[in-house]
């Protein structure tokens, strides 16, 4: 366990040092930070103020995605809403209900933004604050005006946090009759809550933005300026990470064809880190006993703009052999044109153990349509907006 705990924070240590946590804990507000490199989103820092809100130890949330807090009565449609912010990469701000260790439901207002590598546009972290959504006290009286004109709103509480029991006890039949309704409206956060989360953000992501300049990789909380492929590649990063076979997408429109993006698989299978990668051309993976004639049909294949499959010998960055049954395709954006090429790389050493599930073709065929849809609609969007 503690040393699954050690990996998940390193992965903030990484980015932003070690001291980062500590200067994180000094805030006074309750947020969690989730790293969507990492398979199942986990949350890989909660501050102080957070853990006494929901009653759970570090131990406990480090490594849990988000949705460990939701429960019977969370809105589905609320929780898509913000999977639909993550998927888009963007920010979001939301009543949500959530629950404490104790099984007790208590509203906060959700507010999340993501954290964008300076370098190349990735998304690297997402911000998610939460700020308790006071209940307003039952003499406060406001008169909202609805079909039948106006009606007393003081009941237009929290009702989610009090047993529907207790309110049909303590209040007129009358009254408990648009509690039931009531009970499955959202609780809206005041003005100064809103305010309180936005500032909470701003104050989190300067630390974050800090701390990313000792080590250097430099993190912001809009996504730098960048050009064509890159720009989409960059918002396609969530999307992409959910495929688990090794591939890379390369840019077709830039001259030799740069690698835009590389799957954690591919980094596994070739002992590369991502920062060795991204920019080269894929020929670095080849060697002193590479195939010359299969490398001219590759790069036959690529000016043709067919998909072709071959068998080539290519080498990890400790210089090993293995043998790799690459497949190659030309991907399309919107508008017809050629944007990419995605070329998936299963160990040929292992393709017994693949036939026992899926087959090394359809593992290759199923990446290649996924990386499809992805672009296609994610380009298709982008041109009509």
Excluded at 189 to 207: C, R, Y
Excluded at 324 to 337: K, M, T
Aim: net charge positive; glycine share 6%; hydrophobic share 35%.
């Amino acid at each position: 366990m503690e040393s699954q705990l050690g990996l998940f924070e390193q992965s903030l240590d990484f980015r932003y040092s070690s001291w980062v946590r500590e200067a994180l804990d000094e805030l006074p507000d309750c947020f969690t930070i989730t790293d969507p490199c990492i398979s199942g989103h986990p949350i890989v820092f909660a501050s102080n103020q957070f853990l006494k809100m929901v009653g759970y130890s570090r131990d406990v949330v480090i490594g849990k995605n988000g949705r460990m807090f939701q429960g019977p009565d969370t809105d589905r449609r609320s929780v898509m809403e913000i999977r639909e912010a993550i998927r888009e990469e963007r920010p979001i701000q939301i009543s949500l209900l959530n629950y404490r260790k104790n099984g007790t439901p208590f509203w906060t207002l959700f507010q999340m933004c993501p954290v964008f590598s300076k370098e190349d546009g990735r998304v690297i972290n997402f911000v998610g604050v939460q700020v308790p959504i006071l209940r307003r006290k039952r003499n406060e009286v406001k008169l909202c005006e609805d079909r039948a004109g106006y009606r007393d709103s003081a009941f237009r509480c929290c009702r989610r946090e009090v047993r529907l029991d207790s309110v049909r006890a303590s209040t007129r039949e009358s009254v408990a009759s648009h509690d039931e309704d009531e009970i499955e409206e959202p609780c809206e956060a005041s003005e100064v809550e809103k305010t309180k989360a936005s500032a909470a953000i701003d104050n989190i992501l300067s630390a974050l933005t800090r701390y990313s300049e000792v080590t250097g990789r430099l993190v912001c909380g809009k996504r730098c300026c960048l050009n064509g492929n890159v720009q989409l590649v960059a918002t396609l990063n969530i999307s992409l990470r959910r495929i688990r076979q090794s591939f890379v997408l390369t840019d077709a429109l830039l001259p030799d064809m740069p690698i835009l993006y590389a799957s954690e698989a591919f980094l596994k299978l070739t002992g590369y880190a991502r920062h060795e990668v991204l920019g080269r051309n894929c020929r670095f993976l080849s060697g002193t006993d590479t195939d010359p004639t299969t490398q001219y049909q590759i790069k036959e294949c690529i000016r043709t703009q067919q998909a072709c499959t071959v068998r080539i010998l290519n080498y990890r960055k400790d210089r090993t052999s293995f043998w790799n049954f690459l497949h190659i395709s030309p991907v399309r954006n919107a508008s017809g044109e050629v944007a990419f090429f995605v070329g998936i790389q299963i160990d040929d050493g292992c393709r017994n153990e693949e036939t026992r599930r899926l087959s090394p073709e359809m593992k290759q065929l199923s990446v290649v349509g996924a990386v499809k849809v992805a672009v296609r609609g994610l380009s298709m969007g982008a041109s009509t907006s």
